[in-house]
Each structure stands twice: as C-alpha cells, then as structure tokens.
C-alpha cells in the first residue's frame, strides 16, 4: 500500500496533476472498483488503505487476473486521452476466470483454445507464443455469468491483456514476490505490453512503482489503471 500511495503522490505531483487522474481496482475471485478517476490524492490514497490485506471478508475469494483486467479496461473505455495506461500487480497465479461457449480439442490436460495467435499479433502485443500459441475472443466469454476455476485461466487472462492491449492501452505488469518461469510469471510477462514487466521483492516493490511513476510522468496526459489483488490492491490512471 506504501508503494502505491508514494506512486499517486508522485504521478499526481503539482500542476501536472491537472493532466492526470487515477482509479483504483482491487480484486480477488471478482474485481471491484474502489475509486473511479479522480486526481484528489487524499481520496485515492484513502481508498487505497481501505482495501483488506487478504480477500478473506468476500465470498470470492482467488486470483481472478481477468476479471480485474476486463474492469479497469471498462474505466479506460468511458474516457478519452492521448495516453490510457494500466497497471497490473499479482502476487500468485490466477485460478478465476470466466466461462466460455466455445468447446475446444483437449491437448493433454489443458482444454486449448482455438484461435491462433499471429506472429504479427504476438510481436506487436508482446505474447509469447511459446506458452501461448492460441487465445480466445472476446464473444468467446460469459461475461454475465459467474467467473470459475478450470484448466483455462491462463489463456483466458492474457487473451484479456490482449483486448485491452489492441485497444491502445499500455499495460505494466508487477509479478509480486513470484517464482522465476512459474506459470504466473509467463502469464505476468504475456499480460504485459513490450518492455512493461518488471519483478519485485518485498524489499524492491516501492522502487518499481517510482520506476514505473518516473517513466509515465513523461507522457502529457494519461490514464491509468492499477489493478492489483486483495492485499496489495490498486489503481487506474486517467
């Protein structure tokens, strides 16, 4: 929570805040949003400090990257700037997804999705195509129906990187305290836009975040979006 505070202190820093404004989305199984755009500090750094260190006071508890994503991307979609950016923080690899109509051929244990990524796609977006050879559709997914577990998470949350990434926004991706080449951090890497990844320590979180505030007070005007899971739990920036 320090480190996101000291990040909305230095993006919204003097007359630049003026071009600025951040949201807040926490999630677990489901995401919420906790603040919409705003740029009063006091109000984001307070929302920021309501959010529970664990997901243990919802009936959703789990790692729900996707729905998180899909969230902040809905804040990003109602406003207009040059520059829409989201940051993305998981201290765990998602196991909450939404449900599919599409019925896809079973390799091995992992019912693959069917649609192939473009090498054209996977370079622009930044998709490894190593682990994640095909993604879904957006009118692949129930979004008016509860998330769940399957076999699918990992595909299905970088297949909502994707959209949002093909959208125009930019996306930073925080893996928190995470395994080197685990399942989260090849999902971390996939959710994130080129050169937007970066790992962090208990001890190295705060220095990311002020990288990552140092790099974007460069653009103009910008919005922004943090989402993060219950117990580190963000933001957005407009």
Same mark, same amino acid.
């Given at each position: 929570?320090?480190?996101?505070?000291n990040?909305?202190?230095?993006?919204?820093?003097?007359?630049?805040?003026q071009?600025?404004?951040?949201?807040v989305?926490?999630y677990?199984?489901?995401? %919420?949003t906790?603040?919409?755009?705003?740029?009063?500090?006091?109000k984001?750094?307070?929302?920021?400090?309501k959010?529970?260190?664990?997901?243990?006071?919802?009936?959703?508890p789990?790692?729900?990257?996707q729905?998180?994503?899909?969230?902040?991307?809905?804040?990003?979609?109602? +406003?207009? +700037?040059?520059?829409?950016?989201?940051?993305?923080?998981?201290?765990g690899?998602?196991?909450?997804? $939404?449900?599919?109509?599409?019925?896809?051929?079973?390799?091995s244990?992992?019912?693959?999705?069917?649609?192939?990524?473009?090498k054209?796609?996977?370079?622009? $977006?930044?998709?490894?195509?190593?682990y994640?050879p095909?993604?879904?559709k957006?009118?692949?997914?129930?979004?008016?129906?509860?998330? &769940?577990?399957d *076999?699918?998470v990992?595909? %299905?949350?970088?297949?909502?990187?994707?959209?949002?990434? &093909?959208?125009g926004t930019?996306i930073y991706?925080?893996?928190?305290?995470?395994?080197v *080449?685990?399942?989260?951090?090849?999902?971390m890497?996939? +959710?994130?836009? &080129?050169?937007?990844?970066?790992a962090?320590s208990?001890?190295?979180?705060?220095?990311v975040?002020?990288d990552i505030?140092k790099?974007?007070?460069?653009y103009?005007a910008?919005?922004?979006v943090?989402?993060?899971?219950?117990?580190?739990?963000?933001t957005?920036?407009?």
């Open positions: 929570k320090t480190a996101a505070k990040f909305t202190d230095t993006v919204l820093a003097g007359d630049y805040a071009y600025v404004q951040i949201a989305v926490s677990s199984g489901l995401a %919420k906790d603040i919409a755009f705003s740029n009063d500090k006091d984001i750094k307070a929302a920021i400090d959010i529970p260190l664990n997901d243990s006071y919802t009936d959703n789990g790692t729900n990257i729905h998180g994503i899909r969230t902040a991307q809905q804040l990003l979609d109602t +406003v207009s +700037v040059k520059n829409e950016l989201m940051i993305v923080l998981t201290d690899e998602p196991n909450y997804a $939404y449900k599919n109509y599409a019925t896809y051929a079973k390799i244990d992992i019912w693959a999705p069917g649609t192939q990524v473009s054209s796609d996977a370079e622009a $977006y930044n998709i490894d195509r190593n994640f095909k993604l879904y957006a009118s692949d997914f129930k979004y008016d129906q509860s998330p &769940k577990s *076999n699918n990992l595909p %299905k949350t970088v297949s909502e990187a994707f959209f949002a990434k &093909k959208a930019i991706a925080i893996g928190y305290e995470i395994g *080449n685990s399942n989260e951090e090849k999902v890497k996939s +959710v994130a836009s &080129k050169g937007k990844y970066s962090a208990t001890e190295g979180i705060t220095g975040f002020d505030a790099e974007i007070t460069t103009t910008y919005n922004a943090v989402t993060d899971p219950m117990g580190a739990g963000f957005d920036i407009q």
